[in-house]
């Protein structure tokens, strides 16, 4: 019985039971009256209003709404971009945190300011939350500008699994860009043999994932930033990490010896000059096929902090920065191993976190500074942008 049937049901009852008991009372009515009334409570319970069952409605289920695809990035494979003289590199056009789809306008910007010093190829970190959008989307931009790029996820470096490395969203990067036309090389380390890695990065070990990373992507460059370590590993006689071949395509030092060490901003030259006169000829004697590079210091902290090694380097002056150019371009360190690369380390800050505690080529007061980069390319038959 349905819930709208239930009032009317007991009303008939009411009046069944109310006959039946009068017709039982009543005894001394005639047996005739006593039948009609009978009859007439037969003919009630028989007839009635008709109740219409309003049965439950069934709910809809509910449909099934399958997100939109994300719009695919504008992509150039069709329009390769032109081959360069000399590899003139700035990193980063943006800190990590920026170089996102979502900033593509702002990139823009800073790719065009960077072709007026002569740029043409830009250095830039990615965090590990970035995405394939991301990646392309800066490539697609660089690719729009006429700059290569050499990307990488220096917060996200691969992993040591006990047989062979864990290359975890390198892996993402390698697959989803190799064939961009504007990716020039894949940083895939920056300083392996520094202690921060805890001894994870051997010589053998990083050939292993040299071998890796060529498998994947056969035709990408691989690129990693030494800095001083192949020095430190000849000083230290440790042959667990002396340089050797199979390691990279671009195997790049540092020219970074604009340092307080407490007893004031100096220029290191002669710590500068030791390790290129080592690293340069070891580099070239290994691994005469790799292109040899070099960063220069463009950055650095206004006041040195006790406890923290990042502020002790300095962002030179325009008298002191030229005189680091004219060593590392002297014809005799030319003559033993000659560089195939510049990398002006930094234009913006790795992160967003140290943009204000960080001196970089591209704040307002350092415009002697990039007249000197800008000078640079022209001398080395480069464009500058307008």
Known sequence: MDRASRPYFGFKVAVVTFS????????????????????LVALFLGCGAPVTRVPTPTPAPTPTVEPSPLPPPTHTREKPLPPIAFPYAASFAVPAERAIIANSAGLRAELRQLKTLGINIVEQSFTRGSTL?????????AAQEAIYVIPGLLDAPPTWNGTRFDLGQNEALLRGIQNHP???????????????????????RLQLLYQQIKQIAPNARVMIKFNRGILKAEQEKNPRVAFQAGLCDI????????????DGKKFRRDDLLVNHNYSRALIKRQNPQAQLWTSVQVFGAPVRLANDDSTTYYLPPPGELQQAIDLILSPD??????LDGIVWQQWSSDTVAREPIQFTLRDLEFAAQRDIVKALAKKLGLPTAP
């Open 333 to 338: 360190l030319q003559a033993k191993a000659k």
């Open 182 to 204: 504007a990716l020039y090389a894949i940083l895939i380390l920056d300083d392996p043999f520094h202690p921060k890695f805890g001894g994870a990065f051997t010589t053998d």
């Open 133 to 141: 959008y991301d990646w392309r989307a800066f490539l697609d931009v």
């Open 251 to 262: 195997c790049a030092i540092g020219a970074l010896e604009f340092r307080d060490y407490g």
């Open 20 to 39: 039946v008991a009068t017709f039982f009372l009543q005894m001394r009515h005639p047996i005739p009256i006593r039948f009609s009334q009978l009859i």
